[in-house]
């Protein structure tokens, strides 16, 4: 196994083993979005488009403040039986929300599921990601341009959440009630 972790921290992926006697072994690899090209779905948030990897996207829902709930004094909604925590992309990125989210993306990562709240969608795209020198910021796997030659970032949604876990940013279910 050192030799597949060395491997992996080369590419600036990372593994992660877990071990429960008697049940068995989670081995998770994460790399990191190079070029390449890559399905998304174009997303806009305070706006600003962003791309989101489309192997993500479970569905998009359009969300009713009335079915915000709050579990654990976090907003969650159920879809399908199934309760799932709502995030905004606005309080992921550590912005101020321009508007009441609209839509949301069922998101399904690796090991969560979630509603990503956000303001509109532009659409599906297919786009060649290109990485940013020098700079790497949170949540970012790299840019692309879109048809009318604006700058698109691709986000790195395993990044993004597990650095917003780590922050105190909190989204109560009051910032995405309309009034």
Request: aromatic fraction near 4%; charge should be negative; charged fraction near 20%.
């Amino acid at each position: 196994m050192d030799v597949v972790r060395t491997n992996i921290q080369k590419l600036n992926g990372r593994i992660d083993i877990n071990s429960v006697p008697g049940e068995g072994t989670r081995i998770s690899i994460s790399l990191p979005l190079t070029l390449a090209i890559l399905p998304v779905l174009v997303v806009r948030a305070c706006n600003q488009p962003f791309a989101v990897p489309l192997a993500m996207v479970r569905e998009i829902i359009t969300i009713d403040p009335n079915a915000i709930q709050e579990v654990s004094g976090k907003p969650t909604i159920v879809v399908r039986d199934e309760i799932l925590p709502l995030k905004t992309l606005a309080g992921l990125l550590g912005w101020e929300p321009t508007q009441k989210p609209y839509f949301g993306v069922l998101m399904q990562s690796a090991e969560k599921s979630f509603i990503l709240a956000i303001d509109s969608f532009v659409g599906r795209d297919d786009v060649v990601i290109k990485p940013l020198q020098n700079i790497r910021p949170k949540g970012v796997a790299g840019a692309t341009l879109s048809g009318d030659g604006s700058v698109v970032l691709v986000l790195d949604m395993e990044d993004l959440l597990s650095s917003s876990e780590t922050s105190n940013s909190v989204t109560r279910s009051a910032d995405l009630i309309a009034t």
